[in-house]
């Protein structure tokens, strides 16, 4: 028997358990072990992360899809793993050595700190994982990957090395992203923008040479110029006054009637005498403060592009900690004449960046070149676990020709070998695509895939001399050290011929440059002794995104060709969130499209964006995060993931509150207590029994209703529905089942033993199996622990729930479904208009029907009893006129009236419907003016824009039923 509560907590451990001990999430474990495959590779979570909202309702979607197919008896593979998640990951050790008052990274040294991050790993790197377990995820954990294990770091070496070889991965210098406080260039999607609020400083440019312009000073209200002033500099303004030192232009627009004629000359650049020139660019936008913008190239993005247009020089001022870098500085001292002023300015030296920009514009004010400054509120991005402002920055990096791999997967899309659901994302897919840029892919970390490029001094014999040149090396890129040597070698047999060259690593060209010394110092011409020389290891390592990119197919055993690779290739669906469409599925396409020569997925679903319930994004600043595992911990897994599954509409962000799980909750306990019912009523499973042969109406209904709910629980999942889905289980469990067929089905099963009650017993246990078959894959816990506990009486069963196979049901009855869903309409609408007039409870009222034929009245004769004992109603007549004072409600042809007289105060209701219909009016015109408020628009966030459109939608629609029910009370 039934326990008589559902007790998630202690069933789900169990469950789970069972499931794993005995292989059942294995690929190719299921009810038929098909030839059709199925596989899904999980978005590998960060091994540094916990469960987050967003991971519980991507892997509930996953999984959900899994145990679909796993039932509907294909191969299925879940391919699970983690990401070693490069800074993260890096920071989390550090910290750990810091907490514990242990050697820094630096003092351990490359070797042992990279150790030590493994000792981390295998302690405290699998949380995620045990969590992704509690959730019900089945994959297949036997296969577990991780981005850095042996298998997977061989793909990345293979990669890289090819994509050299065919010239789509170089070298070079361009601006990054730079994180000030972790030394490493980061992603754009490692940069927060942050309002902060600032100032714009409009500083002065003398024009070279005396040089003067007409400058417009006053317009009329047409904008056309009134008023103007001769002026001998340009003003430009700039939210970092510090970046003006490594300034290489102005520009101006080059339609720009104020600053036509002065493109081609030059302005000296305060505080160095520097002569830089005034360039005409699109860039400039006349609108837009002086109309003249000054050009940084190695530390604006913008500007780089403006620089390239023009071939300016890059003047890089800053160092890997944003100080400032002038001493010593050849780019920056390039065509510099020695002054007081720059003497002045090379003090700066050494100084911090936001220290500088006070000197520097206490400098420019002195000088008589401060015009003016604003209070200026504006965006300022930081490095998402720096935490400090993030600069753009210029240095040599290793980059990928992302725009010549984007082509293939590009056209795939268009083509619709790849498709997003929903849809619209193909839009956004598109734009980043074709507007794509060089994808750097070097970090400068000690965790990750050390980039595969071993580097030397480039020799030269001049006059029997060995020259070299430690800081201008050559590189090898190659899978292996030896591979890269033996370059290395044929290379150097230009210069040294046979000489044997006797390599010794070093850690830097510093290092390099000693050993070099000594060389050249016994260095003979045409001796054979061998020659001493230094190689050292690219110390960057990969972007992690870029092992990633490999993950549908290296996951599964690439490079070496392996059955799994074979069998597994292409994989179906990726479930991703929207926000690395770029960052992850575009590179996958890439990858997957050069190197396996096909897709690694057919389908792409973008899953929406879990918020808290009042519609806004989930953050620990706002105090709004609800943690999914608490969320198990009160209400089970089942309800969280059904809750998700249950509100994840295409294209429509979750408004997530914790009252909705637990309304799931109570969903998992209403089929318990339904389960619990039908076992104490004798309802035991009868080998072979067909709902085919059932005679009883009630019987054929809910056989009937069962398959259309399989159907549209199918054809939801085909299509990604996810939603209706479960909206379609819900209803039928919920309502169909519980609420009528077992109210129904009562009379038979407390009436007399027969054949009638027998049929009964059967068709509810063989329902409750349909329903746990169907409700599965959404609530896999308790659904499996009914299985379990229903098959200990009547035939056994063959299996655990998860590999049974899927129900295909094409039986129906439409006269019995049609006649018990019209049963259950009027009843229902007796019920709500008996609450509607605010009808006593223990009240009965007569039932008058008008319009009725003679099939109706049969009908009615023949469903009386049920009408009768669950309307509350008595007395059925059928008439031509409706009774005084009464309640209509029309359903089909006919019209049924409730007459009310002397059961409730009619003149009170028709009183109190009219008040709540003028207040609902004027909810509606409230919110109509504010939405119709273009100030309100502009300036509400856009999730308190929604909640008013969705506050309205639910005024309308409870306008409606207020409505439908004032009429039933006529005049």
């Known amino acids: 028997m039934l326990d008589k509560t559902y007790d998630a907590a202690s069933i789900e451990s169990r469950i789970y358990d069972l499931w794993e001990d005995t292989g059942a999430f294995r690929a190719g474990a299921g009810p038929r072990g098909g030839d059709d495959t199925y596989c899904i590779v999980i978005p590998p979570p960060n091994v540094t992360g916990s469960l987050h909202m967003g991971h519980a309702l991507n892997n509930t979607l996953q999984d959900v899809l899994i145990r679909f197919e796993r039932m509907r008896g294909k191969d299925v593979l879940w391919q699970p793993g983690t990401d070693h998640a490069g800074i993260a990951t890096q920071m989390v050790v550090e910290r750990q050595l810091a907490e514990r008052q242990e050697p820094d990274r630096r003092t351990l040294g490359r070797e042992t700190f990279v150790e030590r991050i493994w000792e981390w790993k295998a302690h405290s790197g699998g949380t995620i994982i045990n969590q992704l377990k509690r959730l019900g995820a089945s994959c297949d954990w036997s296969r577990e990957r991780f981005t850095m294990d042996e298998g997977l770091s061989k793909a990345v070496l293979k990669v890289f090395v090819a994509l050299h070889k065919d010239d789509l991965i170089y070298k070079d210098k361009r601006l990054v992203n730079w994180d000030p406080k972790l030394h490493t260039a980061i992603s754009d999607l490692e940069v927060q923008q942050v309002e902060m609020k600032g100032h714009l400083w409009h500083l002065r440019y003398p024009l070279e040479g005396g040089a003067t312009y007409e400058a417009p000073v006053a317009w009329d209200e047409e904008g056309t110029p009134t008023a103007f002033e001769t002026r001998d500099y340009i003003v430009v303004a700039t939210t970092r006054p510090e970046t003006m030192l490594g300034d290489t232009a102005v520009a101006v627009h080059p339609e720009d009637p104020r600053y036509k004629d002065l493109i081609g000359k030059n302005v000296v650049l305060p505080l160095t005498g520097r002569r830089i020139p005034i360039v005409g660019d699109h860039h400039a936008d006349p609108e837009a403060g002086s109309g003249a913008v000054k050009i940084t190239p190695a530390h604006d993005f913008n500007d780089f592009e403006v620089g390239k247009r023009h071939d300016l020089p890059q003047i890089n001022i800053l160092d890997i900690e944003a100080n400032l870098v002038l001493d010593g500085n050849g780019d920056f001292l390039a065509s510099l004449e020695e002054s007081a002023e720059l003497a002045e300015t090379l003090k700066l030296h050494g100084v911090d960046r936001f220290e500088a920009r006070k000197v520097i514009v206490e400098r420019m004010d002195a000088a008589g070149l401060l015009d003016h400054i604003e209070d200026h509120t504006h965006m300022v991005p930081h490095g998402d676990r720096g935490g400090v402002p993030i600069e753009p920055y210029l240095t040599d990096q290793w980059y990928v020709d992302a725009a010549t791999l984007a082509k293939p997967a590009i056209a795939s899309v268009r083509e619709g070998r790849t498709a997003f659901v929903p849809k619209t994302w193909e839009k956004t897919y598109f734009e980043w695509m074709e ?111 870029f092992s990633s990119a490999l993950w549908p197919f290296s996951t599964l055993g690439w490079p070496d060709q392996t059955p799994e690779l074979q069998r597994y290739y292409q994989t179906d669906v990726l479930i991703t969130a929207f926000d690395i469409i770029f960052f992850w599925v575009a590179r996958m396409m890439m990858m997957g499209l050069h190197f396996m020569d096909e897709e690694p997925f057919h389908t792409v679903y973008i899953h929406a964006l879990v918020r808290d319930e009042k519609g806004q994004k989930m953050s620990k600043s706002k105090g709004n995060v609800i943690d999914p595992l608490e969320l198990i911990d009160e209400y089970g897994a089942d309800a969280l993931r059904f809750t998700l599954a249950a ?103 407390t009436g007399p033993d027969g054949a009638a009650k027998d049929e009964v017993r059967a068709t509810a246990a063989w329902a409750i199996d349909r329903i746990l078959q169907l409700l599965h894959p959404f609530m896999p816990f308790v659904t499996e622990e009914l299985w379990q506990r229903t098959g200990e009486d009547g035939p056994a069963r063959e299996g655990m729930l998860i590999h049974t ?167």
């Not at 750097?440 to 030397?456: E, K, M, T």
């Not at 690593?505 to 050993?515: G, I, Y």
């Not at 045409?526 to 110390?539: F, K």
């Not at 008058?848 to 009908?859: I, N, S």
Request: charged share 30%.
């Open 435 to 545: 507007n794509i840029q060089p994808w750097c892919i070097s970090r400068q970390l000690w965790w990750g895939h050390q980039i595969p490029a071993w580097y030397a001094p480039a020799p030269r014999i001049d006059n029997g001399k060995l020259l070299f040149f430690p800081h201008d090396p050559v590189f090898f890129v190659e899978q292996t050290e030896a591979d890269a040597l033996s370059t290395a070698d044929k290379m150097f047999a230009q210069t040294f011929g046979d000489r044997k060259i006797e390599w010794i690593e070093v850690s830097s060209p510093s290092e390099a440059e000693q050993v070099l010394r000594e060389t050249a110092k016994k260095y003979v011409p045409g001796s054979t002794d061998p020659i001493s020389y230094p190689y050292w290891r690219d110390p960057d390592v990969l972007d992690t995104w």
């Open 647 to 749: 509100m994840a509409a295409q294209g429509r962000d979750i408004k997530l509150a914790p009252t909705r799980v637990a309304g799931y909750r109570n969903f998992a306990t209403k089929l318990w207590n339904a389960t619990r019912f039908a076992e104490m009523n004798g309802c035991v499973r009868v080998a072979g029994f067909d709902p085919a042969t059932a005679k009883e109406p009630v019987n054929r209904w809910i056989a009937t209703e069962t398959a259309r709910c399989a159907a549209a629980v199918r054809d939801g999942l085909e299509t990604y529905k996810f939603n209706e889905a479960a909206g379609s289980l819900y209803r039928f469990v919920w309502n169909t089942f519980c609420d009528w067929y077992l109210e129904l089905a009562k009379p038979i099963l």
């Open 805 to 971: 196979a899927w129900p295909e049901l094409d039986f129906a009855d439409t006269d019995a479904a049609d006649e018990l869903n019209w049963l259950v309409e009027v009843i229902s609408a007796v019920r709500s208009v008996r609450a509607e007039m605010n009808v006593p409870a223990g009240a009965r009222t007569p039932l008058v029907v008008l319009g009725a034929d003679e099939a109706l009245k049969a009908r009615f004769d023949t469903q009386l009893p049920a009408i009768e004992r669950l309307a509350r109603v008595d007395d059925l007549a059928f008439a031509d006129t409706a009774p005084a004072e009464s309640a209509q409600i029309v359903i089909g042809a006919a019209t049924i009236c409730l007459p009310l007289a002397g059961v409730v105060d009619l003149d009170a209701e028709r009183a109190r419907l009219d008040k709540e219909l003028k207040k609902i009016d004027g909810d509606i015109t409230r919110i109509d003016k504010k939405l119709g408020n273009e100030q309100f628009l502009a300036k509400a966030p856009e999730e308190v824009v929604e909640g008013e459109r969705e506050k309205r939608e639910e005024f309308v629609q409870l306008r409606a039923k207020m409505v439908e029910a004032r009429g039933r009370l006529g005049a």
